[in-house]
């Protein structure tokens, strides 16, 4: 495993890049907004990369690696996502597609950014739907995040997800596992990754938007 320190606008990021011998691209996963890269749910999805023949990346964001628990606004996380990215397009993950994702706050960062990070497609874990107790509130939905990825999503929620249950869509695969926003049931986390990723690398990406 490789570990990076690349800068970004607003601080270090750290990277753990898990290459394979001729990937056939690469899975790079964002972790959630009070924990780790070390959550059992990004891990299946590493184990589901590397058994695909994918490399695989995880990004702690600057304000991790600052040691901080608290997550800096959804703007700071996009652009310090972006500059990891188009580091790591410039020289390890040259030339190879791109399956951009991560864990809950990392899911978001993910879709918001997809457009700009050239992604094939994006993997969603435990995406947060909405608050806790706010389902019938539409002004706090974030789904709007995940309709306006162009390329082909998978989201794997927790069937009891207190964040709510994302509906399928146009570009939208959906599955449901057992367990709740932690997604600790790791067996079906992988295999659904697993099915879904060689597909998903094998295709172009999105042209750019104007």
């Given amino acids: 495993m490789l570990i990076l320190e690349i800068g970004t606008p607003h601080g270090t990021a750290r990277v753990h890049l898990r290459q394979v011998p001729d990937p056939i691209g690469a899975l790079v996963l ?25 490399s695989a990346v995880l990004v702690e964001q600057p304000y991790r690696v600052a040691g901080r628990r608290s997550p800096s606004p959804a703007g700071q996380l996009d652009v310090a996502w972006l500059a990891v990215i188009d580091a790591l397009r410039e020289k390890q993950l040259r030339d190879v597609p791109l399956v951009v994702g991560g864990r809950s706050s990392g899911a978001r960062v993910a879709c918001r950014t997809a457009d700009g990070t050239g992604a094939v497609a994006a993997l969603c874990l435990a995406f947060p739907l909405h608050p806790p107790g706010k389902a019938g509130d539409p002004s706090k939905s974030r789904l709007a995040e995940l309709d306006a990825v162009r390329v082909p999503v998978l989201v794997v929620q927790g069937e009891n997800d207190p964040f709510g249950m994302p509906p399928p869509g146009r570009n939208r695969s959906i599955v449901r596992v057992p367990g709740t926003h932690s997604l600790r049931s790791t067996a079906p986390i992988e295999a659904a990754v697993a099915d879904w990723l060689p597909s998903a690398l094998a295709r172009r990406p999105a042209p750019a938007t104007s």
């Fill in 30 to 54: 964002g972790h959630g907004a009070g924990g780790g890269i070390e959550s059992p749910d990004l891990t299946a999805a590493v184990r589901a990369a590397h058994g695909a023949g994918a």
